[in-house]
């Protein structure tokens, strides 16, 4: 019951900015955490930032450190990533989704509700 839409991407070249929106309906602010992921053609799907709804408690894949910012506005149901110094191997499609009370923070499998994707395309 939890729908989450993306929007945002786009083709930047390396060294410039985007900042990425996941729009929630449903019920979500009750405990749960929110989380970007990506996947580029051939690979796994990877974390790459969370954060929890109710204290805004953030956390990040060393590779994006000191580069993105996550955020979220509880009452706008609405999860930022503010990506800045963007590289060529940051190029992927970046999902969001909404995490279960229980289970790794850093995990596919502890999400339960995923949005369809934006794709973020870095050019050298």
């Known amino acids: 019951q939890v729908r989450l839409v993306e929007s945002g991407g786009g083709l930047v070249q390396a060294g410039g900015s985007l900042r990425l929106s996941c729009a929630a309906s449903?019920?979500?602010?009750?405990?749960?955490?929110m989380g970007w992921f990506r996947q580029a053609p051939g690979k796994e799907r990877e974390f790459v930032s969370a954060?929890?709804?109710?204290?805004?408690?953030?956390y990040y894949t060393d590779s994006v450190k000191g580069r993105f910012t996550i955020s979220r506005d509880n009452a706008k149901s609405t999860v930022y990533l503010q990506m800045n110094s963007l590289k060529p191997e940051d190029t992927a499609n970046y999902y969001c989704?909404?995490?279960?009370?229980?289970?790794?923070?850093?995990?596919?499998?502890?999400?339960?509700?995923w949005g369809q994707g934006t794709q973020v395309t870095v050019s050298s």
């Open positions: 989704a909404r995490k279960s009370p229980i289970g790794n923070v850093y995990s596919t499998k502890g999400y339960d509700y």
């Open positions: 954060i929890t709804w109710a204290n805004g408690y953030t």
């Open positions: 449903g019920r979500t602010f009750n405990g749960y955490v």
